[in-house]
Structure formats: structure tokens, C-alpha cells
């Protein structure tokens, strides 16, 4: 129904962007990926995904169009709803995703918060031959910043909208910061949280 959307670029978290098209705000959930890939820039394009349930209608934003069709693979898995489909692509990147299918990474793919071993193998096996043919995906990594409060904030942000308790975030956190050093990204501060989580 919505396939793209281009505006103004409002307000960004980790987990949401709020884009102005001609004056009406629209609220769209988006990945840590596509949270690194906005920018600062004001006009912005989002490829979407409109998602109709019984209790809601939820608008899913993308930086580019292979993001959105990962996500609409994951979401055609057995068991993948597209929270759970956010969540592997916030976890990991395309390259890594589409990796791990092709070479049947079980752990990897388990590796993501609400995962287990049988849905793993069940997005291998779904996805192996249709992301075998489409074949891998540019890699376009978001340069590093300094740590500062913002992207504490941002990814503590993320962290909590994505059910986790604040005691645990913080923790995890903090072990990422002590082992990788104070030159991360909000996506790589996340991505390494949520392996620990």
C-alpha cells in the first residue's frame, strides 16, 4: 500500500524516525542499520513496509531496498513476525545475515533475542535458496564517532524499545565499552550489547 516515503526528516532514534510528507508526521520503525545510514541529513526516502494486524497498523522504514527485502523474507518464515524480523536486522547487518544463511550459520542466526535453534534453521532453510541467487549486498559501514552521551542515550534508547530491562543494558553496556574502546557507532554499541544481553 505505502511503498516509499520522502519528507522531512523530524526526529530519529535507533528504533523510529518520524518523517513530515506535506505536513503529516508520519511514525515509522526502522532498524539500527537504517538508523546509521540516515544521517543527518534533513530530506530523507524511506522504502517501507506497511503492516496490518488485528490491533494495529504499523509502518516499517528502510534505507535501501535490499534491507526491505530481507525483512520481507524473514517475515514470510514460519514463526518471523516483523518485530522479530526488526530485531535480526538490528542484530545484524545484511551482509551478515545473508552470510550466515548461505553458509547455514545456525548460531549466528540463534544468536538474535528470540531466535532458538529450530527458528534458525527454519530462516536457512526458507531463505537459503532465494538469497543464493539474489547474491550478497554492498557493504556501506557508517563511519565511527566518539562515544559521548548522545550515543549512550541512543543506545540505551534502542536497548529498552526493544524489551530489555535497564539494569541488563546498562550492564552490557558497559562490558562493551571496557572490551571494544570509546570509537563506536550506536549500531556496532548496540550489535555488540545484544550479543551479551
Known sequence: ????IKGRLVEKTPTYAVVDCNGVGYFINITVNTFSKLGDEEAVMLYTHFAVREDAQVLYGFADQEERRLFRHLISVSGVGPSTARMVLSSMSPEELIQSVVSGNVMAIQKVKGIGAKSAQRIIIDLRDKLAKEGTLSSNSPDSFSLDNKTLEDTLSALLMLGFAKNAVEKAIGQVVK???SELS????VKAALKII
Do not use: P, R, Y
Request: net charge negative; proline share 0%.
Open 1 to 4: 500500500m505505502i511503498t516509499h
Open 179 to 181: 572490551a571494544e574502546g
Open 186 to 189: 550506536v549500531e556496532d554499541l
